[in-house]
């Protein structure tokens, strides 16, 4: 694509209001990208029905001139800037009118995998929430060994856990941002974005490197979150959130919703179990759960099933075994305070810790605390 045709789909995708419904007319009215940069405001509104204030040419001017200051950043950072009317775009997507008619990728992930599943959550993750997630997404990787994509937000708590997982099974995982490509928030986890980038993964959004970040993006963003999904799971949420607004924009796109239940005095419980009591969501429990709402057929039997029992792969280790107990018997201590439990310096606590993670024994939640695995809790009980 010439530099010329791609600056007018940006500025046109960029423009007010413009949306992937809002496109969609525009371009049947005869006034799409072409003719929306090169007719007078006059003859544009008579085919669009629109009043001509609404392509006042210094506006139409200043699109086209960040669309063309836009492109130089594209061609310097590999970003990929997919229109709706490309092959590339989410085929999701597609079928919601208030989509982004461009995204901005950075990446080689596919946006248009067999498989989609967006898990989203509270930022305040609890042990609970986040090992859930971690040994959801592990099973989903056993049961849909090809095509299977995690999709979240990059965000605190139960987002960074859903990413983390599925680059610990191999499976695309890739985050849906609420600002440009010209920066990642929260920092802490441009690590993280720049594995997932690497291991097949992407990073996207609908906002150019020259847009301002309002706290609106952050609830803009949820909308691509679920429509880009064939799946939406919550797994934990407050009754207001982030992961709730994801959820309804969902169901709205009758797209599938699970959520977690959880203890009813737990507060981050009590989203999820209000998705369930309203009959918004299903109940997920595990990967088999969401195969049996999508009709989606396991590719194999999962290792608890194949063998019975969850497999440990774990060489038996005095100091990681003494970790994973001081986490058991105090799930709320920080790294610090499993320091001093454990008399260990901070340094070697911290490389054990990666270790276990890596091992998939532990998980890690916001606040630099630590829940147990099922397979970790399985050792533990054997080990007694």
């Not at 609420?178 to 974005?193: C, F, I, K």
Request: aromatic residues 6%; negative net charge; hydrophobic residues 40%.
């Amino acid at each position: 694509m010439k530099d010329e045709e791609l600056q007018r789909r940006m500025a046109f995708a960029g423009y007010r209001n413009v949306t992937l419904g809002t496109a969609r007319e525009l371009t049947l009215r005869g006034a799409g990208p072409d003719e929306f940069f090169s007719e007078s405001a006059g003859s544009l509104a008579g085919r669009t029905g629109l009043r001509a204030e609404y392509f006042d040419e210094a506006t139409r001017e200043a699109a086209l001139e960040r669309a063309g200051k836009e492109i130089d950043f594209l061609r310097d950072n590999r970003v990929r800037a997919i229109y709706c009317e490309d092959a590339a775009y989410p085929r999701r997507l597609t079928l919601c009118d208030d989509a982004p008619a461009m995204l901005y990728m950075l990446g080689d992930g596919d946006l248009n995998p067999r498989y989609c599943v967006s898990i989203v959550g509270t930022r305040h993750a609890t042990a609970y929430g986040a090992e859930f997630t971690a040994r959801l997404v592990s099973e989903l990787g056993e049961a849909l060994p090809e095509g299977l994509q995690i999709v979240s937000g990059l965000a605190y708590g139960i987002d960074i856990a859903a990413h983390e997982a599925a680059m610990r099974a191999g499976i695309p995982t890739g985050a849906v941002l609420a600002h440009g490509l010209n920066t990642v928030y929260p920092m802490e986890h441009r690590r993280q974005a720049m594995d997932m980038v690497r291991h097949g993964g992407f990073l996207a959004t609908e906002y150019t490197s020259q847009a301002r970040t309002h706290r609106g993006n952050f609830l803009a963003r949820n909308r691509i979150v679920a429509g880009m999904a064939d799946a939406v799971v919550v797994v934990e949420s407050d009754m207001r959130g982030g992961a709730m607004a994801t959820a309804r924009i969902a169901s709205a796109y009758s797209r599938e919703v699970l959520a977690l239940p959880g203890r009813v005095s737990d507060p981050y419980s009590r989203g999820c179990n209000d998705l369930l009591a309203r009959g918004t969501a299903r109940v997920v429990r595990d990967a088999g759960d969401i195969l049996d709402a999508m009709g989606w057929k396991a590719a194999r039997k999962s290792r608890k099933e194949a063998a019975g029992q969850l497999t440990l792969q774990f060489e038996p280790d005095p100091e990681k075994t003494a970790i994973l107990r001081a986490i058991g018997a105090e799930p709320e201590a920080d790294v610090n305070e499993l320091c001093a439990a454990l008399g260990m310096p901070f340094g070697r606590l911290s490389a054990l810790l990666f270790e276990l993670e890596m091992d998939d024994l532990v998980v890690g939640i916001p606040g630099g605390r630590y829940g147990l695995t099922a397979v970790a809790n399985d050792f533990l009980a054997g080990s007694v």
